[in-house]
């Protein structure tokens, strides 16, 4: 079968474009979450909505185990909103990024959020990612691991 030039240029262009929530987001950082519950990915979400993220350290299958036997930092967790990431290279960038929650216990397992009803004004509404993350201080060179749930849209 033969496919022409342009369309096999323009798909490769597409799969280069899209974000890979599960490739690292910077040094020494790991997909090692494991959110059971949260917000599945391609849903729509209202400003003010209440979300509850459970999760664990159990292994996954963006990430075997040799992670699992590092404590997280104690009150290290956090929780942000990332509006439209993209890759250039080893850094990424985003259009607009907000904090929801910071230093949440390590052992609590879950967490409660709120969309923020007061958003900053973006491009695309359709591109938030939600990234919760954690340090593991007592591991060698001191990695993040985190997971990511996006993309997903917010209306007003």
Not at 35 to 45: A, M, R
């Amino acid at each position: 079968m033969k496919i022409s030039g342009a369309v096999l240029i323009s798909a490769l262009v597409a799969t280069a474009t899209a974000f890979d929530k599960w490739q690292p987001w910077g040094k020494r950082d790991y997909s090692c979450l494991n959110v059971y519950q949260g917000i599945p990915d391609n849903s729509t979400l209202a400003a003010g909505q209440s979300v509850q993220l459970r999760f664990n350290r159990a292994p996954t299958t963006h990430c075997s185990d040799p992670l699992a036997k590092y404590p997280a930092s104690q009150y290290g967790y956090g929780v942000w909103l990332y509006n439209n990431p993209v890759r250039h290279l080893d850094t990424i960038s985003y259009a607009q990024s907000v904090k929801l929650l910071q230093g949440v216990n390590a052992t609590s397992g879950v967490i409660d959020i709120e969309i923020p009803k007061d958003l900053p004004h973006v491009a695309d509404g359709s591109v938030w990612y939600l990234r919760l993350d954690t340090s593991l201080d007592t591991a060698p060179q001191m990695p993040t691991v985190y997971n990511a749930a996006g993309p997903f849209t917010i209306t007003a």
